[in-house]
């Protein structure tokens, strides 16, 4: 029963997600407060094709990410639509195998190129992986990387850290504690893997989005089914720089730790006192 609502919710959330329309193209509002009519564009081809993450872009103009059967070299592509201030198409890239390759996320990185997250099934280890990919300021792909185990694992959200590197938020049935858990991945600035957590109990638990804290840890959101009230809750998840949720808060237990020793110390030293009378 369980699975099937979860099957049921990822479907509807993936159609949602690449923002089908009856003529499956993207569609651009921009409500400009210059202009209270704003404008709007749609891109696409003669196939399905739904834009999932924008960002607006240090020229002023915006980064569409999504994914594309119209174009590109496979079922479906990472398709990267990069647009001026006004909306106008300035260049497209499309990244992808012969399989299903489907992106989630993307980010405008610190040298003027991009970062984009979802899954791929064309590349990696098993059924279904994170997908990585690296473009620069033109879209061109520097570098990608899969990061997943045997079974499936799908990547929803990317935020380039403070260290240049970048952190993968998603979800995952290859490594955890229950049939699907939050995964967070850590990379260094080229991609290759530092460290990576799963949070999760038995029960369905799925990450959406991730951003890095002011405290140089993370915070993760999404839906779980194995903690909270109902059938599905909103889950937030706060770690510390690596991907550790602390049981205790470390600066208030080490000085109880260290009263509580000083007090076996001077209690030990009275009791060899009166031994010794």
């Known amino acids: 029963m369980r699975f099937r609502i979860l099957l049921i919710v990822t479907v509807f959330l993936t159609v949602c997600m690449l923002g089908f329309t009856s003529i499956f193209r993207m569609q651009l509002v921009d409500c400009l407060a210059s202009d209270p009519q704003g404008w709007t564009r749609t891109y696409g081809g003669a196939n399905s094709d739904g834009a ?41 890239q499309t990244y992808g195998g012969t399989n299903i390759d489907i992106a989630y996320s993307v980010v405008q990185t610190l040298d003027g190129g991009y970062a984009t997250a ?13 997908w990585l990919i690296k473009m ?26 403070l260290d240049e590197g970048y952190t993968i938020a998603g979800v995952t049935q290859s ?36 951003v890095q804290t002011l405290d140089g840890g993370y915070a993760l959101v999404g839906s779980t089914d194995s903690f909270g009230a109902g059938n599905w809750d909103f889950w937030l998840v706060k ?37 010794l009378e």
């Open 52 to 92: 999932v993450a924008l960002v607006q872009t240090l020229d002023g103009g915006y980064a569409l990410v999504g994914s594309t059967q119209s174009f590109g070299a496979g079922n479906w592509d990472f398709w990267l639509v990069k647009v001026d201030a006004s909306g106008n198409m300035m260049w497209n």
């Open 118 to 130: 979802g899954s791929t099934n064309s590349f990696g280890a098993g059924n279904e992986d994170f």
């Open 136 to 161: 620069d300021a033109n879209g061109n792909m520097e570098w990608n990387q899969t990061y997943g185990g045997t079974n499936r694992d799908s990547a929803y959200s990317v935020v380039q850290t």
């Open 175 to 210: 490594f955890g504690a229950g049939n699907w858990d939050f995964w967070l991945v850590k990379t260094d600035a080229s991609g290759n893997m530092m460290w990576n957590q799963t949070y999760g109990e038995a029960g369905f638990d799925w990450a959406y989005s991730v």
């Open 239 to 275: 770690t510390d720089f690596s991907g550790v949720i602390p049981e205790f808060p470390l600066p208030l237990i080490l000085p109880f730790f260290m009263a509580l020793t000083l007090v076996v110390i001077i209690y030990r030293r009275k009791d060899s006192s009166k031994s």
